[in-house]
């Protein structure tokens, strides 16, 4: 979809997180986004290899149902951290650019953006704060509040990040703790899927 959006137009469509991957993996030498591809391929089959032998089987309501909680946890959160903001300063968060630019982006976040602050940013928090705890729930915590911060934070950055705002920042950052509880209680699905349909809804209006 993004390049769908991006034919014909001087001004391509990018998600921010995507830019930093390719742009990361470019200092190797080879396009970033052809070396993402071989990644994730690798990483497919490696965990293909693995799990075979485990007899896990694959079905098709497993999917169903990833999408349908997802679904349920993005009209919650839509409801109450989109609510709580407008409370808080008496505006809502809109988005800007077209429909179909907005969905590709939206799509695009859920993936991406999950990749990096949710199994990377969060996940790698957890696992470095598990050992100072007693209790893990304690470094699950900690490591979900300083990854909401980074996530709200970075958005404001380089060349792609938006002018600072308290209502965005508040609203990115509640938006992020939600995501990273789910990611920490539910998974990598679980968090994209919401994140992605999240973003849909609000881009087409869903909530008004």
Do not use: C
Request: charged share 10%.
């Amino acid at each position: 979809m993004i390049v769908a959006v991006n034919s014909g137009t001087t001004a391509p469509v990018r998600v921010s997180a995507d830019v930093w991957i390719k742009e990361l993996l470019s200092t190797t030498g080879l396009r970033g986004g052809l070396l993402l591809v071989v990644i994730a391929v690798v990483a497919g089959v490696a965990a293909y290899v693995i799990d075979r032998n485990k007899s896990i089987p694959l079905r098709r309501r497993y999917f169903v149902s990833i999408v349908v909680e997802s679904t349920m946890y993005a009209v919650v959160v839509a409801l109450l951290v989109s609510n709580l903001v407008a409370a808080l300063f008496a505006a809502a968060p809109s988005p800007e650019g077209g429909l179909w630019t907005q969905l590709a982006l939206s799509i695009g976040a859920g993936l991406y953006e999950e990749l990096v602050f949710r199994v990377v940013l969060v996940g790698g928090l957890a696992l470095l704060f598990r050992p100072f705890f007693e209790n893990p729930n304690a470094g699950y915590l900690l490591a979900a509040i300083l990854g909401a911060g980074v996530f709200s934070l970075v958005h404001y950055l380089g060349p792609l990040g938006d002018p600072f705002a308290l209502p965005s920042f508040t609203f990115r950052f509640l938006f992020g703790l939600a995501l990273n509880v789910l990611f920490l209680w539910r998974g990598f699905g679980v968090a994209a899927w919401t994140h992605a349909l999240y973003d849909v809804m609000v881009v087409t209006s869903l909530f008004g």
